[in-house]
T-cell receptor
Framework: GEDVEQSLFLSVREGDSSVINCTYT??????LYWYKQEPGAGLQLLTY?????DMKQDQRLTVLLNKKDKHLSLRIADTQTGDSAIYFC?????????????FGAGTRLAVHP | SQTIHQWPATLVQPVGSPLSLECTVE??????LYWYRQAAGRGLQLLFY??????ISSEVPQNLSASRPQDRQFILSSKKLLLSDSGFYLC????????????FGAGTRLSVL
């Protein structure tokens, strides 16, 4: 079935770049997303990429999509302590004519001085 | 602009008691609405979604039910809570605009004791 996998934990030094990786299974996904969850809060959309794109950049965020390998990554440049959070990758899945999201388990990013 | 409200933020309930969590959306009409559950350290599990008033689809058989009495109101209920119902419940909405982005509420932390 549909599945999204992420590494569970990433630790980086403040000022370095962070790269969070994700693999997905549904090759028909039209959009792929990155959400951020801070402790005790809901999910905040960071960015999304259409499946016909290879890359999308938005300020400190760069998303790379490799459709052949079904691999999605999120790069955060100049990582700050405020970037510490859980990052979820999600793919779209169409079932019964309805567009759903399948989420990974989330990657916990810890930023240390 | 659109906003989504969830309440209560936290809830402690005894086993066997009823449950009612409410979610409302403002600033949009005929949204798709979703209920998710997030177990500790896990990803998001889709529980219910709704494409219109009175239209509810269940993803996972369980002790919970959902209702949509009004266009922008989504309610998650249970007649008798189980210990396993503990978790973080998130409501989300989306439209059919390009991107099919889901926007999340702040969540309800439910502890069943």
């Amino acid at each position: 079935g549909e599945d999204v996998e992420q590494s569970l934990f990433l630790s980086v030094r403040e000022g370095d770049s962070s790269v969070i990786n994700c693999t997905y299974t549904d090759s028909s996904s039209t959009y792929l997303y990155w959400y951020k969850q801070e402790p005790g809060a809901g999910l905040q959309l960071l960015t999304y990429i259409f499946s016909n794109m290879d890359m999308k950049q938005d300020q400190r965020l760069t998303v790379l999509l490799n459709k052949k390998d079904k691999h999605l990554s999120l790069r955060i440049a100049d990582t700050q302590t405020g970037d510490s959070a859980i990052y979820f990758c999600a793919e779209t899945f169409i079932s019964g004519g309805y567009n759903k999201l399948i989420f990974g388990a989330g990657t916990r990013l810890a930023v240390h001085p | 602009s659109q906003t989504i409200h969830q309440w209560p933020a936290t809830l402690v309930q005894p086993v066997g008691s009823p449950l009612s969590l409410e979610c409302t959306v403002e600033g949009t009409s005929n949204p798709n609405l979703y209920w998710y559950r997030q177990a500790a350290g896990r990803g998001l599990q889709l529980l219910f979604y709704s494409v219109g008033i009175g239209q509810i689809s269940s993803e996972v058989p369980q002790n919970l039910s959902a209702s949509r009495p009004q266009d922008r109101q989504f309610i998650l209920s249970s007649k008798k809570l189980l210990l396993s119902d503990s978790g973080f419940y998130l409501c989300a909405w989306s439209t059919l605009k390009p991107g099919n982005i889901q926007y999340f509420g702040a969540g309800t932390r439910l502890s069943v004791l």
